[in-house]
């Protein structure tokens, strides 16, 4: 009987030990989370629920995290996961079939001032251009060249071969390259960054 | 050399192997609008860098510290249209079944009937379930120690 309360008492120190270590790796990773949950989504509100349910999932899971290996790509794995069972149960959304770049999704941008803040007129256009790519290629382009993943781990994230990110990160860019045409041309002309 | 496709985001990104960075710079040498889709997406590459990542709410770290699976909502994600109609279609098919049962000609007709009829009325509960398993044991079942 002894023996079983001071097992029990082990454990629960052990549980207590196992939660100050995800509480400490979800404040130091937390916000990039956000970043990846905030650019699947469009939409803070939706961003700020799938953090949580990742988080929440990952805490249920958190036993068979490794230490040693990355915790954020583990999170943001399991953060995918969620999205993708989301966007599954949603099918609301259409997207711009990616053999059609001719299509009218164009992002027009006004260049009337290119001077002006860079930073703040570019969020809304490149947001709405990742909103219309389909999501398992908008995952990878956010991840490559908004969180600066490079393939190896991006495929961990996705769960699929480096050579799979690379031809979808490679459609998903000829796509935006096309949607945000006049911020492309414009940067090659020296007018912008 | 055909067009190197997804090895031109390899090559920009510097993903490639030697050898594969050789055969694109070689192929590049020679055909312009590849050169022109290294142009865009390394002007894309640098375009997407310079998003400004988005801000999070600081009460979301405070709600991700507090998480608990006990407390987490239950997510059923059924529609309730769809819960309602797979109800009703469940009960109009037991109900069919119950009406297409043939005309008691004898007891244990009868007595299945009777449970089937009482298994409608109260569908998938302890009563219904009680009444249909007594029906099908040899053993009653109400009794048991």
């Given at each position: 009987m002894e023996a079983e309360a001071g097992a029990l008492a082990s454990q629960g120190a052990g549980t207590e030990d196992a939660q100050a270590e995800f509480s400490r790796l979800v404040e130091a990773h937390w916000r990039s989370a956000y970043r990846f949950a905030y650019r699947l989504t469009g939409n803070p509100e939706e961003a700020a629920d799938l953090v949580q349910e990742a988080a929440e999932e990952a805490f249920r899971a958190f036993s068979r995290f490794r230490p040693g290996t990355r915790f954020d790509r583990w999170w943001l794995r399991i953060l995918y996961n969620s999205f993708v069972d989301r966007t599954r149960r949603q099918r609301r959304q259409s997207y711009v079939?990616?053999?059609?770049?001719?299509?009218?999704?164009r992002v027009t941008a006004s260049?009337?001032?290119?001077?002006?803040a860079l930073e703040q007129q570019l969020d809304g256009p490149v947001q709405r251009a990742l909103d219309a790519l389909p999501p398992e290629f908008r995952a990878v382009v956010v991840l490559?060249?908004?969180?600066?993943?490079?393939y190896e781990d991006a495929a961990r994230v996705l769960r699929c071969p480096p050579g799979t990110v690379r031809s979808r990160l490679h459609r998903g860019r000829l796509a935006l390259r096309e949607w945000l045409r006049g911020y492309v041309d414009a940067l090659r002309r020296g007018e912008l960054g | 050399m055909r067009h190197p496709q997804d090895l031109l985001s390899g090559y920009v990104d510097g993903a490639l192997s030697a050898h594969e960075a050789a055969e694109v710079a070689a192929h590049l040498a020679e055909c312009p609008s590849c050169r022109e889709t290294v142009s865009d997406l390394r002007a894309l590459r640098r375009l997407l860098a310079a998003v400004p990542p988005p801000d999070p709410d600081p009460e979301l770290l405070a709600r991700l510290l507090q998480v608990d699976p006990g407390t987490r909502r239950h997510r059923l994600n059924v529609p309730r249209w769809l819960a309602v109609a797979a109800a009703t279609a469940l009960l109009a098919v037991v109900s069919a079944r119950v009406s297409h049962l043939?005309?008691?000609?004898?007891p244990v007709v009868r007595e299945l009937r009777e449970h089937a009829r009482l298994a409608t009325h109260a569908p998938l509960n302890d009563l219904g379930l009680a009444s249909f398993l007594s029906a099908i044991l040899q053993e009653p079942v109400e009794d048991n120690p």
């Open positions: 079939p990616l053999d059609d770049l001719s299509g009218d999704m260049w009337a001032d290119p001077e002006a490559v060249d908004l969180e600066g993943l490079s | 043939p005309p008691a000609s004898g």
